[in-house]
């Protein structure tokens, strides 16, 4: 069974802080993906990595894949209250199928 | 263009009841998928469809629950008789052509079997 874990699963910082949300497995996904979910919504993509080693950056927020692509980071820089939300990665498997892990809960505070 | 819908998007009915989620996927996508969380887990995968045909169905969690997406288009989801250990979220998502797509995901069903 593929498992992902996340730490830390929550997070309060101050606005302005600098973040890392890390994403974990023993497994090797063909790709992964980072979601942020709020309250009521479904999640809503934020980036795919593919490449072992990629690194993608959207705005403040910095996403890269581990080598053997089975872990993978997301920096914030800076961070606002409007970055707060429930942080997800989910690593796709070969079959197409996606497992999630548990997400992180971040709290950004003016 | 309209994204995943997804209908109830809260329903509570009694133990024993039947529910039915509908999702419409984003028009045109093949794959269709069904996840769910339950309080307090993370979200997991429940079955993956490619046009009407069930691709994984590895997911589902007991034959009390049964997905169908005749024609390829709309996918139902039933859960029939509902437990206490049901409720929760169930999210469809959808994305076209190969894996590595991205998925696009609902807003969710919320589901609570009292």
């Known amino acids: 069974t593929q498992l992902l874990e996340q730490s830390p699963q929550f997070l309060s910082i101050q606005e302005g802080e600098n973040l890392t949300v890390y994403c974990n497995s023993s497994?090797?996904?063909?790709?992964l993906q980072w979601y942020r979910q709020e309250p009521g919504e479904g999640p809503v993509l934020l980036v795919t990595?593919?490449?072992?080693?990629e690194v993608k950056k959207l705005k403040r927020l910095t996403f890269q894949f581990g080598d053997a692509r089975k872990d993978s980071s997301l920096h914030i820089t800076a961070a606002q209250p409007g970055d707060t939300g429930l942080y997800l990665c989910?690593?796709?498997?070969?079959?197409?199928?996606?497992?999630f892990g548990p997400g992180t809960r971040l709290s950004v505070l003016p | 263009e309209a994204g995943v819908t997804q209908f109830p998007s809260h329903s509570v009915i009694e133990k024993g009841q039947t529910v039915t989620l509908r999702c419409d996927p984003i028009?045109?996508?093949?794959?269709l998928y069904w996840y769910r969380r339950v309080m307090g887990k993370e979200i997991k995968f429940l079955l993956h469809?490619?046009?009407?045909?069930?691709?994984?169905e590895s997911g589902m969690p007991n034959n009390r629950f049964l997905a169908e997406r005749t024609g390829g288009t709309y996918s139902t989801l039933k859960v029939q008789p509902a437990e206490l250990e049901d409720s929760g979220v169930y999210f469809c998502?959808?994305?076209?052509?190969?894996?590595?797509?991205?998925?696009?995901f609902g807003e969710g069903s919320w589901l609570t079997v009292v």
């Open positions: 998502a959808s994305s076209q052509g190969q894996a590595k797509n991205t998925i696009y």
């Open positions: 497994s090797v996904f063909s790709s």
């Open positions: 990595v593919v490449t072992g080693g």
């Open positions: 989910a690593g796709q498997d070969y079959g197409q199928n996606f497992v």
């Open positions: 028009s045109g996508h093949d794959n």
């Open positions: 469809f490619v046009k009407e045909s069930k691709q994984d």
